[in-house]
């Protein structure tokens, strides 16, 4: 929509280990299961976490 991230990939990741912090949604808090890769230009690119739930409104943007 706005032309500034392009989303490259999303997949499932596990919050199992027990050795690091639970990943949360970026839009809602709640525990996150998706990761999502998105390209911001200059080569740059962000990986940002998502419940089952939002990565829906991500995906369809
Ligand atoms: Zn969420």
Not at 10 to 23: G, I
Not at 36 to 41: L, P, Q, T
């Amino acid at each position: 929509m706005n032309g500034l991230k392009t989303l490259r990939s999303v997949d499932p990741f596990s919050n199992e280990r027990m050795d690091e912090e639970l990943k949360l949604c970026s839009i809602c808090g709640n525990i996150a299961t998706q990761k999502a890769c998105f390209d911001v230009g200059d080569s740059a690119r962000i990986v940002e976490r998502y419940c089952d739930t939002c990565v829906k409104s991500v995906k369809f943007e």
